[in-house]
Nanobody, 115 residues
């Protein structure tokens, strides 16, 4: 069983940066694909970015060029570097990990971007 814990959220002004972390325990992340999702108040959860076990990355159009997903297998941790933040990036951010179709989610970390 894998447990995921997100951290790094907070309040930032528009144009600022934050780096989110997703620390895994109980199982190695090196063999899994991982994602970041976010859910804004009153909206459905939406996909943000993916990093595969091979290191390939994919981004939603809304964050492409501003966000960077990465992973450190030695630390069993995934990251989301968020630059040029906008008020519309305000949301709870969640990470998940996919082991052969079985998803596990973290509890989320709140990012608030003020205008």
């Amino acid at each position: 069983q894998v447990q995921l814990v997100e951290s790094g959220g907070g309040l930032v002004q528009a144009g600022g940066s934050l780096r989110l972390s997703c620390a895994a325990s109980g199982r190695s992340i090196s063999i899994a694909t991982m994602d970041w999702y976010r859910q804004a108040p009153g909206k459905q959860r939406e996909w943000v970015a993916t990093i595969t076990r091979g290191g390939s990355t994919y981004y939603a159009d809304s964050v492409k060029g501003r966000f960077t997903i990465s992973r450190d297998n030695a630390k069993n941790t995934m990251y989301l570097q968020m630059n040029s933040l906008k008020p519309e990036d305000t949301a709870d951010y969640y990470c998940n990990i996919n082991y052969n179709g079985i998803l596990s989610w973290g509890e989320g970390t709140l990012v608030t971007v003020s205008s």
